[in-house]
């Protein structure tokens, strides 16, 4: 019988990736429904004529500002959504979770399909954020903690595939859309993967990392047995014991799940026994400390890099190359790479490396944004055209997926809650800073804003060389031991 550890894609294990990933299309659908219609939505011919004119106004006139606040609403949902994520995930389960968070998206989908003003689409927007940040915290940390080691790379992964799906079908499907009255109908289409995972998601098992947690050692071998079919689960359930209950209950009666309770329970100083930790107690702990601050600069780099600016300004940037109909098409395509890119990332990331894949795509990030600056300041189309191009393509082969994935290949199951989190939340909060921070700087000095991107990846490139450890091929148990050899 072949051994569990080296198995790649059970059938069963990738069902429940992809069912737990469709929060994740979600996620990108939120990101992209904006962008499209957005003109259609907030720019009324008439201003607030529209609003007292009919049940259903044809719009919701915003300013400029107003709109980018709203648009950018949904991060503060994210930021409250990632911080109580961590509690939320670890009382209730992964599964639970999951389930649990389509209701924000459903909420928040028919509350903006129905706006008749704009706090009501911002409350909709924030609604559609706080499932956005829970679901950017509990897919990947339940897709890392069921994958196989050989295809957790590939796995990770498709949390940011479906969110670049998302965002490509978004602005794609928008386009039709992107007329009175139908832009509401854009908005609400976020319900339906919802409604979809919340019935499918109860055929998929929970988290036996989870379950071993909790002491619930039969449920817990049972989900990774059928988790890794027609294959011998002991050496992979002897590490995964160890990691979080220690040697001696591991040890115990060659996993008879009565005698490894009853070790447990006999065993209460046991080396290996954590109780799962706080967001405070994450850093008082010189360990788990040293992990966080990884998985933080990770987080905090990935939004400072700056493809939400890029992309944000990719039609603006496209009109010094093409007129504004082009331009539009030229944001499609640059989606459509993005969505290319990532898919790649399925197939390079367990071959070559979470590091080394992560290195190339900061270099290139630093490149093009570099390239970006000079394609600006002289005026050159062509050269704009392909540093937007090349910077997107380094951005998700990389520098997208990574950091999520990296948050569970890197923390200990008693402190993944706390960690992914602080990270989560840190991540939605650089990405609210970004959208609001940008366009003053964008404003202020042109192009030259580009520069600050480039100067960040290369910081990036330096902080990844030193501090980031390689995960491929390797436990969390194992990586883990790594970190403590290094304190």
């Known amino acids: ?44 011919e008439y201003s607030a004529s529209h609003i007292a004119s009919r049940s259903f106004p044809d719009c919701l006139p915003m300013s400029t500002s107003l709109w980018g606040f709203a648009v950018a609403s949904f991060c503060i949902g994210g930021l409250f959504g990632g911080l109580f994520g961590g509690a939320i995930q670890t009382k209730y389960g992964r599964k639970k979770t999951i389930i649990f968070n389509n209701v924000g998206w459903i909420i928040g989908g028919i509350l903006i399909a129905v ?30 903690e069921i994958s196989t080691i050989k ?47 919340f019935f499918l998601m109860a055929g998929c098992v929970e988290s036996p990392r989870y379950l071993v947690s909790l002491n619930r050692i039969k449920e817990a071998r049972a989900s990774l047995q059928r988790l890794r079919p027609h294959s011998s689960i002991e050496r992979e359930f002897y590490d995964m014991v160890k990691g979080q209950l220690g040697v001696s209950t591991a040890n115990a009666g060659s996993f008879d799940p009565d005698m490894l309770e009853d070790t447990l329970s006999q065993d209460s100083d046991n080396e290996g026994l954590h109780e799962s930790m706080g967001m405070i107690q994450v850093f008082r702990d010189p360990l788990i400390r040293r992990i966080a601050l990884t998985v933080l600069t990770l987080h905090i780099m990935q939004q400072l890099i700056g493809m939400n600016a890029v992309m944000y300004y990719s039609t603006t940037i496209f009109k010094m190359a093409f007129n504004e109909d082009m331009s539009k098409y030229m944001a499609i395509v640059t989606t459509v790479i993005n969505f290319i890119s990532t898919f ?43 540093s937007v191009f090349g910077y997107v393509l380094s951005f998700a082969i990389g520098v997208g997926p990574i950091p999520w994935m990296m948050t569970s290949e890197l923390t200990p199951l008693y402190a993944s809650s706390a960690v992914g989190a602080v990270a989560t939340a840190m991540n939605w909060a650089m990405n609210f800073l970004i959208a609001q921070l940008f366009p003053i700087i964008f404003a202020g000095i042109q192009g030259y804003s580009f520069a600050i991107f480039a100067s960040i990846a290369a910081f990036s490139v330096v902080y990844t060389w030193y501090r980031v450890p390689e995960t491929k091929g390797r436990s969390l148990e194992q990586i883990v031991d790594n970190f403590k050899k290094s304190l």
């Open 1 to 44: 019988m072949v051994d569990s550890l080296d198995l790649k894609m059970p059938s069963y294990m990738v069902y429940c990736v992809v069912v737990a990933c469709l929060g994740s299309f979600s996620n990108g659908w939120v990101i992209g429904s904006a962008n499209i219609p957005g003109e259609v939505t907030h720019n009324c």
């Open 115 to 144: 706006s008749v003003s704009p706090a009501m689409f911002i409350i909709g927007r924030i609604f559609c954020g706080l499932s956005c940040g829970l679901g950017s915290l509990v897919t990947p940390t339940y897709v890392g």
């Open 151 to 197: 295809a957790r790379g590939a796995m990770g992964t498709g949390n940011q595939f479906f969110i670049v799906i998302g965002i490509l079908l978004a602005s794609v499907i928008g386009l039709p859309l992107a007329k009175v009255p139908l832009w509401r109908i854009n908005y609400v289409i976020v319900a339906l993967p919802a409604i979809l995972q």
């Open 344 to 386: 790649i990332s399925l197939f390079l990331i367990d071959r070559m490396g979470r590091r080394a894949l992560l290195l190339i795509a900061e270099i290139g990030a630093c490149i093009f944004s570099t390239l970006l600056v000079i394609g600006y300041v002289y005026n050159i189309g062509a050269l704009l055209v392909v």
